[in-house]
């Protein structure tokens, strides 16, 4: 069964820093990964979506990175500023499964002023 | 972009009642949606796949009886809770696959029942 981790789960950090968002998960035999941003009671906005045969994906500030093999990804968020907080999800789909994500923890971050 | 709507957007009902709530598809076709819940400060946990024409696939431990989904269209999928119980309270989440085996998601329908 597909398990997927996201470290730290809360994360506060001043405007401007760059950060690294982590995403594990334990069937490297996946279809794509995508990244999701939650905004508190609301829906998930998609930010990057990278197939297995990729290796990283680029939108503006963010970047994110996939390493099938050893089950990780991670998210680069540039120039952070207080818009970006959010919640960040990771979410895998498996080859064959129905198109059924399996979502992460989740990343509470907050940007402070 | 692709949208996806919910209505209604928060809904509070007395224990013992059933509440439906849709999943619509704006812009695009979808043979395929999903249905979500989200406790608060969890992350979403996959209840169903609704297939147009055809019986939702449930996930397990999922009562099918009690979460009544309907695909009826290539744009709408209805979740309905029936017998609703405090315990039942979530926010509910649906997405729906495009051509492109992307997903869009919904925003979300918060239940309350008290």
């Known amino acids: 069964k597909q398990e997927v981790t996201q470290i730290p789960a809360a994360l506060s950090v001043p405007e401007g820093e760059n950060l690294v968002l982590n995403c594990s998960f334990t069937?490297?035999?996946?279809?794509?990964l995508q990244w999701f941003r939650q905004d508190p009671g609301k829906g998930l906005t998609s930010l990057l979506l990278i197939q297995s045969s990729q290796r990283e994906q680029t939108s503006g500030r963010l970047n994110a990175s996939l390493d099938k093999s050893s089950g990780r990804s991670t998210l680069y968020i540039a120039a952070s500023q207080p818009g970006d907080s959010a919640t960040y999800l990771c979410a895998v789909m498996l080859p064959g499964g129905g198109n059924k994500l399996t979502f992460g923890t989740g990343t509470q971050l907050k940007v402070e002023l | 972009g692709a949208v996806v709507s919910q209505h209604p957007s928060w809904v509070i009902c007395k224990s013992g009642t059933s509440v439906k709530i849709e999943c619509r598809s704006l812009?695009?076709?979808?043979?395929?949606m999903f249905w979500y819940r989200q406790f608060p400060k969890q992350s979403l946990m996959l209840m169903a796949t609704s297939n147009e024409g055809s019986k939702a696939t449930y996930e397990q431990g999922v009562e099918k009886d009690k979460f009544l989904i309907n695909h009826a269209s290539l744009t709408l999928s209805t979740l309905t809770v029936t017998s609703a119980h405090p315990e039942d309270s979530s926010f509910y989440i649906c997405?729906?696959?495009?051509?492109?085996?992307?997903?869009?998601f919904g925003p979300g329908t918060r239940l309350t029942v008290t």
């Open positions: 069937d490297s035999a996946i279809y794509n």
């Open positions: 997405s729906a696959r495009s051509l492109h085996y992307e997903q869009y």
């Open positions: 812009d695009f076709q979808a043979t395929t």
